[in-house]
C-alpha cells in the first residue's frame, strides 16, 4: 500500500511532497510518480516558464528558487511552510553537469558553482525545511546522488567531487537525524538521459545505448525506496559492483583510469 493510500485510510489528507530540481527530466519524472501515487506537490526549480508547465501538468503548486542561494532557499522554505506546515517527503534533486571539464580545465566559478548546487544545495534544503519535515513525521528525506559519486576514476573531476559530497551528506546525515521521525534514503543514478545529461548521445554503439537509462526508472525506485524503506539504492542495480571495486580496491581502479587518459592523450 502507498504512503498516501494509508493517509486515506486514516482520514488524512494526500500527503505533501517538495520535490527540488522539478522542472525537467529526473526530477518531472519524479512528479509525475508521486502524483499517479496520490501525492500533493511543491515543485522547486530555477527555470519559471519549464517548472510552471510541469506543475501545471501534475497539478503541483511551484516555487522559483535556486537551491545554491541559502538565503533565497530559506525564503522559498519559508513560504512553503507557511501554507503546509507539515511535510512528509523532501526530495533534493537539484543537479547539474560538470560538461566533462577536469579541475584543470573548468572556471573557478564553474567548479565553485557545482559544489554550490550539487552539495550545498541539498545542505541548505534540508536546513530549511527541517521544521516541516519535523512536524511531518514519519517523513522521509531522499537525496538524488550519482554513481559519480561513488567512483572517482575519470576527467570529469569537479563533478564528481560534488556527487561524492553529497554522498557522504546523505550518509552521515541519516545518521543525525536518527530517532527524530525522519528516514533519508540515498539514491544512486548511474547514466540517465535528460535535457541537463544527454548521456545517450555520448555514444554511437547501440550496445551501449541501451546502458543509459531512462528518468522514469529513477523516479520508481524513489517512491519504492520511501515507501519500502529502502536506505540506499543504485539506479539500475548493476551499478553497485562497480562502488564495491572503488571502495575494495581504489589503487587498481585509479592505475586502470590513468592508464587509459594516457592512451587517450596519445592518440
Known amino acids: 500500500m502507498t504512503l498516501s493510500a494509508r493517509a486515506a485510510d486514516r482520514g488524512e489528507g494526500p500527503p505533501l511532497a517538495v520535490v527540488t530540481g522539478g522542472s525537467s527530466g529526473i526530477g518531472a519524472a519524479i512528479a509525475r510518480r ?40 530559506e525564503r522559498v522554505a519559508a513560504a512553503v ?12 534533486n537539484a543537479g547539474i553537469a560538470g560538461h566533462g571539464g577536469g579541475f584543470l580545465d573548468l572556471e573557478p566559478e564553474q567548479i565553485e558553482q557545482l559544489v554550490r ?43 564528481s567531487a560534488s556527487k561524492h559530497a553529497q554522498l557522504a551528506f546523505s550518509r552521515s546525515v541519516g545518521v543525525e537525524v536518527a530517532g527524530s521521525g525522519i528516514t533519508v534514503h540515498t539514491v544512486i543514478p548511474g547514466l540517465i538521459d535528460t535535457p541537463g545529461f544527454p548521456n545517450r548521445s555520448r555514444f554511437r554503439s547501440r550496445a551501449l545505448k541501451r546502458l543509459v537509462a531512462e528518468p522514469e526508472l529513477v523516479a520508481e525506485q524513489v517512491a519504492r525506496a520511501v515507501e519500502r524503506k529502502r536506505l540506499e539504492q543504485f539506479v539500475p542495480h548493476w551499478y553497485r559492483p562497480a562502488a564495491i571495486v572503488q571502495a575494495a580496491a581504489p589503487g587498481l581502479l585509479a592505475r586502470a583510469a590513468r592508464a587509459s587518459a594516457v592512451r587517450r592523450k596519445r592518440k
Do not use: K
Request: net charge negative.
Open 117 to 159: 548546487i550539487n552539495y550545498l544545495g541539498s545542505v541548505w534544503c534540508l536546513r530549511a525545511f527541517m521544521p516541516a519535515l519535523e512536524a511531518g513525521a514519519p517523513s522521509d528525506l531522499v537525496n538524488i546522488a550519482s554513481v559519480a559519486g561513488t567512483i572517482a576514476a575519470g576527467h570529469s573531476g569537479p563533478y
Open 81 to 92: 511552510r507557511e501554507r503546509h506546515p507539515a511535510i512528509r517527503l523532501l526530495v533534493n
Open 34 to 73: 508521486l502524483a499517479r501515487r496520490g501525492w500533493q506537490l511543491v515543485l522547486v526549480a530555477r527555470g519559471e516558464e519549464r517548472l510552471a508547465e510541469v506543475a501545471s501538468e501534475v497539478g503541483a503548486e511551484h516555487e522559483v528558487c535556486d537551491v545554491a542561494d541559502r538565503g533565497e532557499v
